[in-house]
């Protein structure tokens, strides 16, 4: 004959397990905030360099100036509850990434045209006008794709007629040993 304590203990360990399992979840999740996503530096280089190059023959600029760029890194903090704990410490393997790029004495005219040009391809290709200011010394937008938060903006300034285009990668966790300084894709050239 069994004890019965055996079957006690087993409905006792199994509703433990049930409660506690879910509990640490949670209360990781709760610490650690959402996961970043996976971010492939080199693909995502390869995004960048084909949104620069894309802007700026939509923007069709006279004379097709030479312009030259470097992806840069940003930083990307902690997220969850962990944050309180690394307060204005960014994470080593999380990175946003951005490209842009500017040329000075345009007018407005091919600044708007090109503008709207650009507006255009980016509405088609599913983006999202989320910033937009149309008067005064700045000309401008940002547009969002809605699935993976990739930012775009384009803008012109009155006071030194600078168009400056910039698109943004947000952040990711990059793989293991990824290093900026000795990052092959980092510097982007237009393509006449």
């Known amino acids: 004959m069994r004890p019965s304590f055996s079957r006690k203990s087993a409905v006792l360990a199994l509703a433990v397990t049930v409660i506690a ?26 995004q960048l360099g084909r949104d620069a190059q894309l802007a700026y023959d939509d923007l069709a600029l ?21 944050s309180f704990a690394h307060i204005d410490r ?20 091919t600044a708007r045209a090109g503008q709207d040009r650009v507006r255009l391809r980016l509405i088609r290709e599913g983006f999202q006008l989320t910033s937009e200011q149309t008067g005064g010394a700045r000309m ?13 903006d384009v803008n012109w300034y009155e006071s030194t007629s600078l168009l400056a285009f910039t ?26």
């Open 140 to 152: 401008g937008y940002r547009f969002t794709h809605p699935d993976s938060e990739h930012m775009v």
């Open 90 to 109: 960014s994470r080593l393997d999380v990175n946003s990434f951005q490209l842009d790029w500017d040329v000075t004495g345009v007018s407005r005219q």
């Open 167 to 192: 698109a943004y990668a947000p952040c990711g966790k990059v793989p293991a040993g990824f290093n900026e300084y000795k990052w092959p894709q980092v510097e982007w050239t237009v393509r006449p």
């Open 21 to 46: 399992v879910p509990g640490l979840w949670l209360g990781h999740r709760m610490w650690n905030g959402d996961p970043y996503p996976s971010a492939d530096p080199d693909v995502i280089a390869v």
């Open 62 to 82: 006279p004379g097709r100036p030479e312009v030259t760029s470097q992806i840069r890194t940003g930083a990307c903090y902690y997220r969850g509850l962990r």
